[in-house]
């Protein structure tokens, strides 16, 4: 599977930016779908996550602002950022993991897909 990333762009503190990440190829694997994101010098930090169910699961730092969603039939997720913050700048990743079963076995394995970032400039 690969996974396009876009949305990123230029905003001013407080102003909102809305990111898609669009999973192609073979994709029925796909439980859950998250952004992360990687400012300059750190680590990359999970940013929001959704399982196919619905279930959300956001960081404390975005808590409030952001709005992650699924549509499951075009396995696409949306990252909706608003209120945005000086300290929300970084190049932003959307990740995709889930289980396939192993062939002649009752066993799965763990899969994972990452897409391309795109940066989120957050001026202020």
């Known amino acids: 599977v690969q996974l396009q990333a876009s949305g990123g762009g230029l905003v001013q503190a407080g102003g909102s930016l809305k990111l898609s990440c669009a999973a192609s190829?073979?994709?029925?694997?796909?439980?859950?779908m998250s952004w992360y994101r990687q400012a300059p010098g750190k680590q990359r930090d999970m940013v929001a996550a959704?399982?196919?169910?619905?279930?959300?699961d956001y960081a404390d730092s975005v808590k409030g602002r952001f709005t992650i969603s699924r549509n499951n039939v075009e396995n696409t997720v949306y990252l909706q950022m608003n209120n945005l913050k000086p300290e929300d700048t970084a190049v932003y990743y959307c990740?995709?993991?889930?289980?396939?079963?192993?062939?002649?076995?009752?066993?799965?394995?763990?899969?994972?897909?990452w897409g391309q970032g795109t940066l989120v400039t957050v001026s202020s």
């Open positions: 990740h995709a993991d889930g289980n396939v079963p192993v062939p002649a076995t009752i066993k799965v394995r763990f899969v994972e897909a």
């Open positions: 190829g073979s994709a029925f694997w796909i439980n859950t």
């Open positions: 959704i399982t196919s169910g619905g279930r959300e």
